[in-house]
C-alpha cells in the first residue's frame, strides 16, 4: 500500500525552485511552480545521473544542470535532449504548510 | 635511456575507453565551486535581451560585409568586405551553434533551436551528431578513449592544426560525415554516442545540407560566378581561422583524464570585440564547471568564482606562449601538459586524481 511521507515545508522551497529531499531510501526533487503548485520527481536526471536541485526551474521545466536536458516536472516527459527518458513523478498534498509525496510501499 | 611510451588511443571503441571505465572516469563526479544557490539561479537566469542584441548586430554585421563584397567584386576591394564576412560566417557562428545548442543563449527555446541549426550549418557541425558529441565533451572532458573533440592529442597532429586555420580537415571530414550520414549510416564510434532513436534525424539534416550545397553549386555554375559559393560554403573555410585560434586555446597542452576543469580547461582574457565574437567562450573553466550559465553571464560567473581558478591567461598572446612549447614537447614527449597553479586558498585538488594523473602522463 502506498504511503504519504512528509518531505518538507512550503517555505523550504523557493517560488519557481527546486530542492532535493530524503524520503525514506528515494532522493527527491522537489518543485515549486510559478504558480503555487508543488510537485516532485526523482532527484537525478535520467540522461547522466546529475542532481536536478542544481538545476534550473523555468515554468514547468526543469534543466538539468549537466547537459542542458529539460524535462517537465509536471508530467516527467523529457523535452529536450540529451534527456530521452521520462523522469519518474509522484503525487504530492500540500497540508498545513507541509509538502507530502505519496511513494510506493516499500 | 629513456622508455618509449606508446601511442595514445584516442578511439572511442579501443583501449583507453576500456580503461576510462576502468578508471572510474566516466560520467564521474568533476570538482565545481559552491555558489550560494540564490546567486547561482541569477547567474543561471535566462533571457532573450542580449542575445538578440547580439545576433541581431552580427546578422547587421554579415548583410554589410557581404554586400559591400558583392558590390565591390570583382575588384581587389571586395577582398577585405569578403575576410570581414568570412570571419563573421566562419568563426562567430562557432560561438553561436555552442551557446545555442546549450539552450543557454535565448531563453525562448525555438530561438535557441532556429540559432542552432543555421549557426551549425555555417559552422559545417552537424547539428545532432555534434549535439550528442558535445554532450559527451561535458560528461567526459578531455577523457581519452571517451570524448571525441580533443582537438590536440598526444602527440598533437601538427598539419592538421595548421590546415585547420583555414578548416580544410575538418571540412574535409564533415563531407564525408555527411554523406554517410545521408547514406542512413553511423560509425561505430558515432554508435556510441548518438542514440537510435536520434540518428533519423543525423540523416535527414545531412540530407537538408547535400540539398543546400547542391543549390548553390548549381547557381554558381548557372551564373559562372564564384560569389554564390564565397557567400554560402567557402566562408567556412576563408572564414575559420580565428575559430581555430579561438578553439585550441579551450584545451590544447592541458591535463587528460582529469575530474577538475581546472586543471584541463584554459580561460583567456580577451578584448570586447573577440568576447562579441566568441560569446565569452573565454571564460571556458567557468563554462564547463557551470554550463548552465548563459554567456552573457560568464564574465559574472568568473567575478564569483575567480579566488577558487587558476589565474586565467592575460591575453590570446599569454596563451599561445604557453600553448605553442607544450605542443611542441608533447611531439616528443606525449606525457608532458601543462601544470596550473592554484591561488592561495582555493579549494585543493583532489589529490588522488592530481597525483594519479601524473603518475599516468
Not at chain 1, 514547468?60 to 513523478?89: Q, S, W
Not at chain 2, 554586400?67 to 566562419?90: D, E, H, M, Q, T
Not at chain 2, 547542391?214 to 548557372?222: D, E, F, P
Not at chain 2, 567575478?303 to 587558476?310: G, H, Q, S, W, Y
Amino acid at each position: 500500500m502506498n504511503r504519504w511521507v512528509d518531505v518538507c515545508g512550503t517555505d523550504d522551497v523557493e517560488e519557481e525552485d527546486v530542492i532535493e529531499v530524503e524520503a525514506g531510501d528515494r532522493a527527491l526533487a522537489v518543485y515549486r511552480s510559478p504558480t503555487d503548485t508543488f510537485h516532485a520527481t526523482d532527484a537525478l536526471c535520467t540522461h547522466q545521473q546529475a542532481h536536478l536541485s542544481d538545476g534550473l526551474v523555468m515554468g514547468e521545466v526543469i534543466e538539468c544542470p549537466k547537459h542542458n536536458g529539460r524535462f517537465n516536472y509536471m508530467t516527467g516527459a523529457a523535452v529536450r535532449v540529451p534527456c530521452l527518458d521520462p523522469l519518474t513523478v509522484y503525487p504530492v498534498s500540500v497540508r498545513d504548510g507541509r509538502v507530502l509525496v505519496e511513494l510506493p510501499a516499500a | 635511456m629513456a622508455r618509449a611510451t606508446p601511442p595514445r588511443d584516442y578511439s572511442l571503441i579501443g583501449p583507453s575507453a576500456e580503461a576510462a571505465e576502468r578508471m572510474g572516469l566516466v560520467a564521474a563526479e568533476w570538482y565545481h565551486p559552491e555558489v550560494a544557490r540564490k546567486r547561482m539561479k541569477e547567474l543561471m537566469r535566462r533571457s532573450d535581451g542580449p542575445a538578440l542584441r547580439d545576433t541581431a548586430l552580427w546578422l547587421t554585421l554579415l548583410a554589410l560585409t557581404g554586400a559591400a563584397g558583392g558590390l565591390l567584386w570583382p575588384s581587389a576591394w571586395c577582398i577585405p568586405c569578403f575576410l570581414a564576412y568570412g570571419v563573421l560566417y566562419g568563426s562567430a557562428t562557432d560561438s553561436r551553434w555552442h551557446e545555442s545548442g546549450h539552450g543557454t543563449a535565448f531563453k525562448t527555446a525555438w530561438m535557441n533551436d532556429v540559432l542552432y541549426q543555421v549557426a551549425s550549418f555555417m559552422n559545417m557541425k552537424e547539428p545532432t551528431f555534434w549535439r550528442w558529441s558535445h554532450a559527451r565533451h561535458h560528461t567526459d572532458t578531455i577523457i581519452v578513449g571517451r570524448d571525441r573533440e580533443i582537438a590536440a592529442m598526444r602527440p598533437p597532429d601538427l598539419a592538421r592544426l595548421i590546415v585547420n586555420f583555414v578548416g580544410l580537415r575538418d571540412a574535409w571530414d564533415t563531407m564525408i560525415s555527411v554523406l554517410r550520414h545521408a547514406s542512413g549510416r553511423v560509425t561505430a564510434e558515432e554508435a556510441t554516442f548518438i542514440p537510435d532513436s536520434e540518428r533519423h534525424k543525423v540523416y535527414r539534416e545531412a540530407r537538408g545540407w547535400l540539398t543546400v550545397y547542391a543549390i548553390v553549386i548549381v547557381v554558381a555554375v548557372l551564373t559562372r560566378s564564384l560569389l554564390p559559393l564565397l557567400y554560402i560554403g567557402l566562408p567556412s573555410l576563408y572564414g575559420r581561422w580565428l575559430a581555430t585560434i579561438f578553439g585550441i586555446t579551450q584545451h590544447a597542452g592541458m591535463a587528460e583524464n582529469v575530474l577538475d576543469h581546472r586543471l584541463n580547461a584554459r580561460s583567456v582574457r580577451m578584448n570586447p570585440v573577440l568576447r562579441f565574437l566568441y560569446w565569452n567562450m573565454n571564460f571556458h573553466v567557468e563554462h564547463h564547471m557551470f554550463p548552465m550559465v548563459p554567456y552573457h553571464a560568464l564574465p559574472a560567473l568568473h567575478a564569483e568564482i575567480r579566488d577558487d581558478l587558476p589565474e586565467p591567461c592575460s591575453s590570446l598572446w599569454a596563451a599561445y606562449r604557453e600553448i605553442v612549447p607544450a605542443l611542441w614537447r608533447q611531439l616528443h614527449d606525449p606525457t608532458h601538459f601543462i601544470r596550473r597553479e592554484l591561488p592561495e586558498g582555493a579549494s585543493p585538488f583532489r589529490p588522488e586524481m592530481h597525483d594519479a594523473v601524473f603518475e599516468r602522463a
